[in-house]
């Protein structure tokens, strides 16, 4: 059962190995450190890790395989996708905990924490864009009954392409999370739209946060 389950898409094996990294890292870094550096490099290890295995299935994975994802692995990845976006979210907060806690720190160290901090925003800003990725995937190709007949869902008409692969997912998407507004790929379904909705007001939100951490992050360097 469980190599059926990492032969597939589902993210529930991924995320409970990206887990148990990021334990494994806290359990095993020096007791010295500060809280919020312990937190947010377990968080790394785990986000980067997750990222990792999940970009190495998703480049593999053809329209086929995509829709047998879409058919057979989608219970769960509703709360899966909200947990990684909240957990992405709350990282990229936790820097600011990190970055005020200077008094004290050597040069090297106010160095690393600022590294910590850009491999933090970026790995969040990754996740949460990829997350969305998949999730309009998986909307896209799961099978709706029409006059009596299983057609996939659909909802995204891209130009010239009615079986897109991961790589289209992840063009609209992070088209979405850099500009907040979508590109020449037309949403045609109510749940598209409510997706591509959340995902721009979340992608506001979440550039407005990363450019103040910036800010922050510069300011440190001062």
Not at 62 to 83: C, D, S, W
Not at 114 to 120: F, G, N, P
């Amino acid at each position: 059962m469980k190599l059926h389950l990492l032969k597939n898409f589902d993210p529930r094996p991924r995320l409970f190995i990206a887990i148990g990294v990021a334990v494994l890292i806290s359990v095993i870094l020096p007791p010295w450190l500060h809280l919020p550096t312990r937190i947010l490099c377990a968080w790394n290890s785990g986000a980067d890790f997750f990222l990792a295995i999940t970009w190495w299935k998703m480049l593999k994975a053809t329209p086929e395989k995509i829709r047998r994802y879409a058919e057979n692995q989608y219970e769960g990845h509703l709360a899966i996708f909200m947990l990684v976006i909240a957990a992405a979210c709350a990282s990229v907060l936790a820097i600011g905990f990190l970055l005020t806690d200077k008094k004290g720190l050597s040069t090297i160290l106010l160095t690393l924490h600022v590294i910590l901090a850009i491999m933090t925003i970026v790995g969040s800003w990754l996740l949460v864009h990829t997350m969305f990725a998949v999730q309009y995937a998986h909307i896209y190709y799961k099978y709706n009954s029409r006059n009596n007949k299983q057609e996939i869902t659909g909802g995204l008409d891209f130009p010239n392409n009615k079986y897109p692969d991961y790589w289209e997912f992840l063009y609209y998407s992070f088209v979405i999370g850099m500009t907040s507004q979508v590109s020449d790929v037309q949403t045609t379904s109510k749940n598209m739209r409510r997706l591509t909705l959340l995902h721009g007001i979340l992608s506001f939100f979440f550039n407005t946060t990363i450019l103040a951490m910036s800010i922050n992050i510069i300011a440190s360097l001062i």
